[in-house]
């Protein structure tokens, strides 16, 4: 299910996440050649991603259930 993006912040091992408007969050690494994300490494990039639809495995799972 896709839920928009209205914040961000870094975890304990100062990882990105993406906080959902759903209420959970999802980390959001730059991780080649895996996961291509490079907008996450800028506060500006971020800033850009903010209100953009992620898909919430969470709610994914609550959905099916």
């Given at each position: 299910?896709?839920?928009?993006?209205?914040g961000?912040?870094?975890?304990?091992?100062?990882?990105?996440?993406?906080?959902?408007?759903?209420g959970?969050?999802?980390?959001?690494?730059?991780?080649?050649?895996?996961?291509?994300?490079?907008?996450?490494?800028?506060?500006?990039?971020?800033?850009?991603?903010?209100?953009?639809?992620?898909?919430?495995?969470?709610?994914?799972?609550?959905?099916?259930?």
């Amino acid at each position: 299910m896709h839920r928009r993006i209205t914040g961000f912040h870094q975890d304990e091992e100062r990882h990105w996440v993406a906080e959902l408007e759903c209420g959970h969050r999802q980390h959001v690494r730059h991780d080649p050649p895996w996961q291509l994300r490079p907008w996450v490494l800028t506060e500006e990039g971020r800033a850009s991603r903010l209100g953009v639809p992620l898909d919430c495995v969470i709610c994914d799972r609550a959905d099916q259930g």
